[in-house]
T-cell receptor, first 109, second 119 residues
């Protein structure tokens, strides 16, 4: 599976937007970009995914670079409940998916 | 639906004992995954099943680990004998997967995990 690179940690002030970057320079044409997050003492939960176009849902937005070698998860207004580890995952054909080290987001009140 | 249900939530056992972790996937999902999470290694995929059949167990660390899925609503992960280095949080996840297209049809849903401590 193609690898992803994320910063180990980021901080954000409460109620400000957060941009979480992910590099995936070896992405193939059929790889989807998925984001999951893991709240403290919880299992991971799905956030958003996309292939080529930018995507929005109630939780976040996903901005995908034109060459698809990077993407950014955007939380429009960070809340304390958004403090979590955010994982960027590439998923090709097949059912398995692998987590990297993720970005630990701290939200400052 | 109650989501993916794992039991027990916490397990403390002595080295050498057999440990069985249980998972009930979401009804209707045909894929099930077992992950292990530690501080050192993060989230590791151990094994996954499609339609109750093990597809890839390359992540299972040793022969001491075994997983079964006797039916669509139940799976077990067994460690025999257990060792202190097996201490971790074990997660089960499920989703719907299309064998025809080769792509998942839903996102993966994770259980709350089982925290295993081997002393």
């Amino acid at each position: 599976d193609a690898k992803t690179t994320q910063p180990n940690s980021m901080e954000s002030n409460e109620e400000e937007p957060v941009h979480l970057p992910c590099n995936h320079s070896t992405i193939s044409g059929t790889d989807y970009i998925h984001w999951y997050r893991q709240l403290p003492s919880q299992g991971p939960e799905y956030v958003i995914h996309g292939l080529t176009s930018n995507v929005n849902n109630r939780m976040a937005s996903l901005a995908i670079a034109e060459d698809r070698k990077s993407s950014t998860l955007i939380l429009h207004r960070a809340t304390l409940r958004d403090a979590a580890v955010y994982y960027c995952i590439l998923r090709g054909t097949g059912n398995q998916f692998y987590f990297g080290t993720g970005t630990s987001l701290t939200v400052i009140p | 639906d109650a989501g993916v249900i794992q039991s027990p939530r916490h397990e403390v056992t002595e080295m050498g004992q057999e440990v069985t972790l249980r998972c009930k996937p979401i009804s209707g999902h045909n894929s099930l995954f077992w992950y292990r999470q530690t501080m050192m290694r993060g989230l590791e995929l151990l094994i996954y099943f499609n339609n109750n059949v093990p597809i890839d167990d390359s992540g299972m660390p040793e022969d001491r680990f075994s997983a079964k899925m006797p039916n669509a609503s139940f799976s077990t992960l067994k460690i025999q004998p257990s060792e202190p280095r097996d201490s971790a949080v074990y997660f089960c996840a499920s989703r719907t997967y299309s064998l025809g297209t080769g792509f998942p049809k839903t996102e993966a849903f994770f259980g709350q995990g089982t925290r295993l401590t081997v002393v």
